[in-house]
T-cell receptor, first 116, second 112 residues
Framework: SAVISQKPSRDICQRGTSLTIQCQVD?????MFWYRQQPGQSLTLIAT?????????ESGFVIDKFPISRPNLTFSTLTVSNMSPEDSSIYLC?????????????FGSGTRLTVV | QKEVEQNSGPLSVPEGAIASLNCTYS??????FFWYRQYSGKSPELIMS????GDKEDGRFTAQLNKASQYVSLLIRDSQPSDSATYLC????????????FGKGTHLIIQP
């Protein structure tokens, strides 16, 4: 399965600032996904990022708050903008392993964000 | 709203017994189903995937799918203390979606 490097692993940020999270995959993948896991909760899909096109956002998530870049088939970034304490969560990237439809989705190690 | 429901637990099972984890989903068009294990402070790890009705076995793990009842389960045989974790049921909804919809997870505790 694909190996995903995600960074930073954790950060403490001031409210009103922005943080960019990076996700690097060791193989080319068509789709990359960004999830949020709030404290004590399950994972919620934020958006799907395909290379060369605009990210597709799930209900409740908007591009101005969570801009995503996908410059090539192995890399993506998620920015959490104008942060508030409610954004304190673990953010995870995920990929579908090649070929499409294979076993399942692999996750990065996550970014634990605390907003103070 | 496409939902995945799980009993949050905790589910306490003696070591060596069978742990049974259940999941229901609301979207009848769902085609792909996954079980992930998540240890505290770690990212989810894929345990099983299942796409067809019936049982799928992999070592101590058996996934069961019943699309008519919209029900997925995971059995863990010969439970070990290292199986203590939160188990997340995940579904790819129908309608062309690609990302996963997760249940809230079941916290499993294996008692030595």
């Amino acid at each position: 399965s694909a190996v995903i490097s995600q960074k930073p692993s954790r950060d403490i940020c001031q409210r009103g600032t922005s943080l960019t999270i990076q996700c690097q995959v060791d193989s080319q993948v068509t789709m990359m996904f960004w999830y949020r896991q709030q404290p004590g909760q399950s994972l919620t899909l934020i958006a799907t990022a395909n290379q060369g096109s605009e990210a597709t956002y799930e209900s409740g998530f908007v591009i101005d708050k969570f801009p995503i870049s996908r410059p090539n088939l192995t890399f993506s970034t998620l920015t959490v903008s104008n942060m508030s304490p409610e954004d304190s969560s673990i953010y995870l990237c995920s990929v579908e392993p090649p070929p499409p439809g294979a076993l399942g989705y692999t996750f990065g190690s996550g970014t634990r964000l605390t907003v103070v | 709203q496409k939902e995945v429901e799980q009993n949050s637990g905790p589910l306490s099972v003696p070591e060596g017994a069978i742990a049974s984890l259940n999941c229901t989903y609301s979207d009848r068009g769902s085609q792909s189903f996954f079980w992930y294990r998540q240890y505290s402070g770690k990212s989810p790890e894929l345990i099983m995937s299942i796409y067809s009705n019936g049982d799928k076995e992999d070592g101590r793990f058996t996934a069961q799918l019943n699309k008519a009842s919209q029900y997925v389960s995971l059995l863990i045989r010969d439970s070990q203390p290292s199986d203590s974790a939160t188990y997340l049921c995940a579904v790819i909804p129908g309608g062309g979606a690609d990302g996963l919809t997760f249940g809230k997870g079941t916290h499993l505790i294996i008692q030595p």
